[in-house]
T-cell receptor
């Protein structure tokens, strides 16, 4: 069974631009969560989508947004990029939502803002 | 809010040594607790979990017990191998927060032959 697929794996963008990252969950999984990983702040929760609805949101500015499609694939968008947005963005998929279901992580998209 | 504190690394060990990584948490209610492992260049993999007090999670020789009285979930392995070199993350999920995971800062473990 295929794992969680994130595309692209690497991105370089310029300050002020916007970027869209994609996540394809494991087949049958309806929950997709996004995390930002940086050396300074560690792993921080961005948002969770379940059945196309945002279920929970972390403490990030409105420049960070996401959506989920009917096939459970998810995208996150960051507008007006800042240098501090450079990070590894990880997507996790779960079969259901509820707190104790296993989350399967993709390899991440490494975003560099210059 | 919810938080997880784990010992800072790096932790450097010789093969076959005993490993322990301390993890304590702050949360309202009774969260589920997890240990995830991240190998270089990869995403996170679930290592083990416990969903209620006194539960013991175990996998691949690693163990951790959910201690409500000390709000702790320490990770242990009796005899490490070079292949255990990775970054280990303790995390919690509060029941009312869906699948949101709150992570500790991570502990890098390096096992030398």
């Amino acid at each position: 069974k295929a794992g969680v697929t994130q595309t692209p794996r690497y991105l370089i963008k310029t300050r002020g631009q916007q970027v869209t990252l994609s996540c394809s969950p494991i087949s049958g999984h309806r929950s997709v969560s996004w995390y930002q990983q940086t050396p300074g702040q560690g792993l921080q929760f961005l948002f969770e989508y379940f059945s196309e609805t945002q279920r929970n949101k972390g403490n990030f500015p409105g420049r960070f947004s996401g959506r989920q499609f009917s096939n459970s694939r998810s995208e996150m968008n960051v507008s007006t990029l800042e240098l501090g947005d450079s990070a590894l963005y990880l997507c996790a998929s779960s079969l259901a939502t509820g707190g104790n279901t296993e989350a399967f992580f993709g390899q991440g998209t490494r975003l560099t803002v210059v | 809010g919810d938080s997880v504190t784990q010992m800072e690394g790096p932790v450097t060990l010789s093969e076959e040594a005993f490993l322990t990584i301390n993890c304590t948490y702050t949360a309202t209610g009774y969260p589920s607790l997890f240990w995830y492992v991240q190998y270089p260049g990869e995403g996170l993999q679930l290592l083990l979990k416990a969903t209620k007090a006194d539960d013991k999670g175990s996998n691949k020789g690693f163990e951790a017990t959910y201690r409500k009285e000390t709000t702790s979930f320490h990770l242990e392995k009796g005899s490490v191998q070079v292949s255990d070199s990775a970054v280990y993350f303790c995390a919690l999920s509060a029941r009312a927060a869906g699948n949101k995971l709150t992570f500790g800062g991570g502990t890098r473990v390096l096992v030398k032959p």
